[in-house]
């Protein structure tokens, strides 16, 4: 694998760490505690670090044995972001449907008409 193509995945792999996600998370869960939010902070980037320097040599010693499966890659991460990006279009459809018939549902004006209900004769009022 030539260099240009290790630092392009490379950098693939670090916007996805820079990216939210789980570890966004667990870091604003755990970090109301300064020395927690730190500890779970290295915890986390020495886990990335690890994971992108063990798959950067296996996947390299892979393409190098087998140059298609870099195509294959690719392909299979294309479609995978495409099936992604079709689930977050019809999540996203689907609440502006829900809004929209909640909204059709709702009286005039959007708001609920106060209950006249009579109170019964022998309660007191205060």
């Known amino acids: 694998m030539t260099t240009g193509a290790l630092i392009s995945i490379l950098v693939a792999w670090l916007l996805a760490i820079a990216s939210p996600g789980p570890d966004l998370v667990q870091l604003l869960r755990v970090g109301a505690v ?33 140059p298609g499966v870099l195509t294959a890659l690719f392909l299979v991460g294309g479609c995978f972001l495409a099936w992604m990006g079709q689930g977050a279009l019809r999540g996203g459809l689907a609440a502006r449907r829900k809004d929209a018939a909640r909204a059709a549902a709702s009286p005039p004006g959007g708001r609920t008409p106060p209950c006249r209900t009579r ?8």
């Open 34 to 66: 300064r020395r927690n939010g730190v500890a779970c902070a290295l915890g986390i980037m020495s886990g990335n670090l690890l994971w992108i320097l063990a798959s950067m040599l296996g996947l390299s010693a892979l393409v190098d044995a087998v």
């Open 119 to 126: 109170r019964p004769p022998c309660s007191p009022r205060r």
